[in-house]
């Protein structure tokens, strides 16, 4: 089955601690976002990647960091800095924008993510 | 900036009843997407509109697209209560450039 994998499904972290939520696609999709979505919210980008090796910084990037180094692969890191991590996390994934005609995204079944 | 509209932000109504939901946005773009999520669970992609005139139907959902007026529209004909869930609506400004509106949580009571 094609898909795309998020883990864990509930993240608790301790205030000061880097935690590091995991996505995978067998789409075979050149490109992956990660969305932070609070409470009664609409979705906001973190950071997007078009290919391997590459990402590009979204309206909400900072405190974050992500890594693209396999295809298949979009991990996000929430690090200390960012100070109001709660929420709901929403990795996508879509064919890619060589050339295609539309962006459709695919989504995750999401990280939700618990400040202690 | 490009801001993208949907309204009602709430709706609440009947089994049977149809009405519509509203998405406007303040730039050009001819692609937009309609997705549905369900209470804690992730986006489910509903329609795919890629063209000024676009219509796609499902069941008891229907979605257009007049690009010349930057608006969609999502029209829920004899609501059930299987259609409760929170509907997005989401710009593609090219670019992988994806911008969604805040969403609709709809309610269908008996």
């Known amino acids: 089955d094609g898909g795309i994998t998020q883990s864990p499904k509930y993240l608790f972290r301790k205030e000061g601690q880097n935690v590091t939520l995991s996505c995978e696609q067998n789409?075979?999709?050149?490109?992956m976002y990660w969305y932070r979505q609070d409470p009664g919210q609409g979705l906001r980008l973190i950071y997007y990647?078009?290919?391997?090796?590459?990402?590009q910084k979204g309206d909400i990037a900072e405190g974050y960091s992500v890594s693209r180094e396999k295809k298949e692969s979009f991990p996000l890191t929430v690090t200390s800095a960012q100070k109001n991590p709660t929420a709901f996390y929403l990795c996508?994934?879509?064919?890619?924008?060589?050339?295609?005609?539309?962006?459709?995204?695919?989504f995750g079944p999401g990280t939700r993510l618990t400040v202690l | 900036e490009l801001k993208v509209e949907q309204n009602p932000l709430f709706l609440s109504m009947q089994e049977g009843k149809n009405y519509t939901i509203y998405c406007n946005y303040s730039t050009t773009s001819d692609r937009l997407y309609w997705y549905r999520q369900d209470p804690g669970k992730s986006l489910e992609s509903l329609f795919v509109?890629?063209?000024?005139?676009a219509v796609k139907q499902e069941g008891r959902l229907m979605a257009s697209l007049d690009t010349k007026a930057r608006l969609s529209t999502l029209h829920i004909t004899a609501a059930v209560h299987d259609l409760s869930a929170t509907y997005f609506c989401a710009v593609d400004m090219g670019s992988n450039d994806m911008r969604f509106g805040a969403g609709t949580r709809l309610t269908v009571k008996p």
């Open positions: 996508a994934s879509s064919i890619g924008s060589g050339g295609w005609s539309y962006n459709e995204q695919f």
């Open positions: 789409l075979n999709h050149d490109a």
């Open positions: 990647s078009q290919i391997v090796n590459d990402f």
């Open positions: 509109l890629l063209s000024n005139g």
